[in-house]
């Protein structure tokens, strides 16, 4: 069950990290699912780097946008630290590549699933926290995020992006309704793979909508584009 060493020193690289504990390495990408005895998953280490991850991210907006306001900065915060995020950043970085995972998940993708990357990522967080320390784990995260806020030297300017993030702001709105999360699932496929058009169901706030894209991030960005407009036609 050992990691593949190709793909951890990838990562190594890609972090400017070195991993000096293999084994709780190993442990960060253990998914539950994988049920053989003795073998820890990685919950404990998730729940640990949820909040190293979320404090890196605060410190680092708070040091670029000295003159944001609270909630400005708690806008920002949510949107670089959301499910959507985190598995964007463990697909960057290859994270699925690297789980280990019982033949559930396995048959039914786990690797690609939003929840299941982001946890292990979280995860990620939480070993480099143990194993360097709190400044490796915030130029880490520098690394990582600081490119997420672009060209911004105003936190308006990230703001503005966040505002054209079709896909975080409605997952905003419905963690504010305290509604589960939006669902975003392939409905269909056409063309050849270099001119493939993918069609994507979302559902959230009991409301479903559908988009089409060059690429299914694209098409999953136009149907929460549809479903934030059937909520304003809607809420008027």
């Known amino acids: 069950m050992a990691l593949d060493a190709r793909l951890v020193k990838e990562l190594e690289a890609a972090l400017d990290c070195r991993f000096t504990d293999r084994d709780l390495l190993e442990q960060a990408f253990v998914h539950p699912s994988l049920d053989t005895a003795g073998s820890a998953n990685y919950q404990r280490l998730e729940f640990l780097g949820d909040e190293v991850a979320g404090l890196a991210v605060s410190t680092l907006l708070y040091r670029r946008f000295p003159d944001a306001e609270e909630g400005q900065l708690s806008r920002a915060r949510a949107y670089l630290t959301n499910e959507g995020s985190?598995?964007?950043?463990?697909?960057?970085?290859?994270?699925?590549?690297?789980?280990?995972?019982?033949?559930?998940?396995?048959?039914?993708?786990?690797?690609?699933?939003?929840?299941?990357?982001?946890?292990?990522?979280?995860?990620?967080?939480?070993?480099?926290?143990?194993?360097?320390?709190?400044?490796?784990?915030?130029?880490?995260?520098?690394?990582?995020?600081?490119?997420?806020?672009?060209?911004?030297?105003?936190?308006?300017?990230?703001?503005?992006?966040?505002?054209?993030?079709?896909?975080?702001?409605?997952?905003e709105l419905?963690?504010?309704?305290?509604?589960?999360?939006?669902?975003?699932?392939?409905?269909?496929?056409?063309?050849?793979?270099?001119?493939?058009?993918?069609?994507?169901?979302?559902?959230?706030?009991?409301l479903t909508a559908e988009g089409t894209g060059r690429n299914r991030k694209a098409a999953e960005q136009e149907a929460a584009r549809h479903l934030l407009a059937l909520l304003k036609e809607r809420d008027r």
């Not at 946890?119 to 490796?136: C, H, K, Q, R, Y």
């Not at 911004?152 to 054209?164: F, M, P, S, Y």
């Not at 309704?177 to 169901?201: M, R």
Request: proline share 3%; charged share 25%.
């Open 86 to 171: 985190f598995a964007d950043i463990a697909r960057t970085l290859g994270l699925g590549e690297l789980l280990i995972l019982g033949k559930g998940e396995e048959k039914t993708a786990g690797r690609e699933k939003d929840s299941i990357l982001a946890d292990v990522f979280e995860s990620l967080m939480a070993v480099i926290f143990l194993s360097n320390g709190w400044e490796t784990a915030l130029k880490v995260a520098e690394r990582i995020f600081i490119p997420r806020f672009g060209a911004a030297t105003e936190v308006e300017g990230l703001l503005r992006h966040i505002d054209q993030d079709h896909k975080s702001h409605l997952q």
């Open 174 to 206: 419905a963690q504010e309704a305290g509604q589960p999360l939006p669902s975003y699932t392939l409905a269909g496929k056409q063309g050849p793979d270099h001119e493939s058009l993918f069609t994507v169901e979302c559902r959230a706030l009991g």
